[in-house]
């Protein structure tokens, strides 16, 4: 995806976008149940958006609202051409430092085990059954808990959905928050599908087709 109305981030911006990525996602339903403890989600969240910002930009296209960093949209585009060794071996070496970051600030392995049940939650592996190439996912869309309710997000999200539109794009998302789903209901996306394991947690997989 291209965008000349949005910030689109550089590597000196990875730091923030970490920051910005810990403040958004602090009391996650999904995190909150991978980590309980709260002291160790604080510890770990930003280790693991590093692992994750350092993975998806040598994968996807990431966008800010602005050099601010008030908001971010995390796009895959799943109809351009890529590398899949490339790829493979980028998450390859992503998700051992994660690991590395779970067993050294939870030696018990019990986070450790927890990311490994939760494995299904953390990936969009869902997608596979769309038999859809012609798509982009969003992997993050995230505001600012101070900057919500400024129509943040709706710019950032409204900007994806106009390149889909022009390029005749499926758009597909997930969400382990209830209360989003309404939200991008508000803009057509649908639910597609409820995965439930473990946890007692459900990712909600919604796509919009163009």
């Known amino acids: 995806m291209e965008s000349d109305r949005l910030y689109r981030i550089k590597k000196e911006d990875l730091g923030k976008l970490k920051e910005l990525l810990t403040e958004c996602f602090a009391h996650d339903p999904l995190y909150c149940k991978l980590i309980p403890d709260e002291e ?21 296209e990431i966008y800010a609202d602005s050099p601010e960093l ?18 493979y071996l980028v998450e390859a070496f992503a998700s051992l430092k994660t690991d590395g970051y779970l067993i050294k600030e939870d030696p018990s392995l019990k ?11 953390l990936n969009s592996r869902w997608t596979d059954e769309l038999h859809q190439e012609e798509r982009l996912h969003i992997v993050y869309l995230a505001v600012r808990p101070t ?6 997000s709706a710019r950032m999200l ?34 597609f599908r ?13 796509v919009l087709d163009m």
């Open 158 to 191: 409204e900007e994806a959905m106009s390149y889909a539109r022009e390029h005749k794009l499926m758009i597909s998302l997930e969400t382990h928050n209830e209360k989003n789903v309404g939200y991008y209901e508000h803009f057509g996306f649908r639910i």
């Open 70 to 87: 008030n908001g971010i949209i995390v796009i895959d585009d799943e109809s351009e051409p890529y590398n899949p060794l490339q790829c």
């Open 111 to 121: 986070t450790f085990f927890n990311f490994y049940l939760g494995r299904d939650y």
């Open 194 to 206: 409820i995965l439930e394991k473990h946890f007692d947690l459900k990712q909600y997989c919604m």
């Open 147 to 152: 900057m919500q309710n400024h129509g943040i």
């Open 40 to 60: 160790m989600r604080e510890r770990l969240l930003p280790e693991i958006f590093e692992c994750d910002m350092e993975e998806l930009s040598e994968t996807c």
